[in-house]
């Protein structure tokens, strides 16, 4: 509850307010353009070393 309410007051400026809207905004662009052109739905292989490399690949063919 502590965490909540010294967030809530940090929140309140208007500086910190418009960081946190800010970071909500920008990443989600990326994720939808991976999504929606580049089709992808999920993952084709399994195993945590085997998603990073796909995440890889797909971050490399994004930044292209």
């Known amino acids: ?4 309410n010294v967030m ?3 929140l309140r400026s208007e500086e910190e307010y418009t960081l946190s809207v800010r970071r909500m905004i ?3 662009s990326v994720f939808g353009q991976i999504k929606n052109n580049r089709r992808f739905r999920r993952f084709l292989l399994r195993g945590l070393p085997k998603v990073g490399l796909e995440v ?9």
Do not use: T, V, Y
């Open 1 to 4: 509850m502590r965490q909540k």
């Open 8 to 10: 809530r007051e940090r």
């Open 26 to 28: 920008e990443p989600e």
């Open 56 to 64: 890889g690949w797909l971050c490399l063919a994004q930044s292209a």
